[in-house]
């Protein structure tokens, strides 16, 4: 692996976690280097950072705020 590359998810811990995780980015970050976004878009989608995601999480969040409140105004 490139040099430049191996600095770059030095800087990015959460980034080296995905390759440790899932090896065949390692292969394919040697074989082409330029695929770092594609390992980005990856890890968002692996950490729940997707705009999709963080809308399911708030509305999560919002259903269960609306329960408690719900149980709270029946006593």
């Known amino acids: ?14 980034l080296k976690f995905i390759i ?3 090896p065949h980015w390692y292969r394919k970050l ?3 280097p330029a695929s770092i976004q594609e390992l980005e878009e990856e ?3 692996f950490y729940g950072q997707t705009f999709g ?5 708030l509305n ?6 609306s329960k408690l409140l719900q ?3 029946k006593q």
């Open 53 to 57: 995601q963080r809308v399911d999480r």
């Open 30 to 32: 040697s074989r082409n």
């Open 20 to 22: 440790r995780e899932q």
């Open 60 to 65: 999560g969040q919002i259903e269960s705020f």
């Open 43 to 45: 890890a968002k989608t």
């Open 1 to 14: 692996m490139r040099r430049e590359i191996i600095q770059y998810l030095d800087q990015r811990p959460d």
């Open 71 to 73: 149980l709270f105004a």
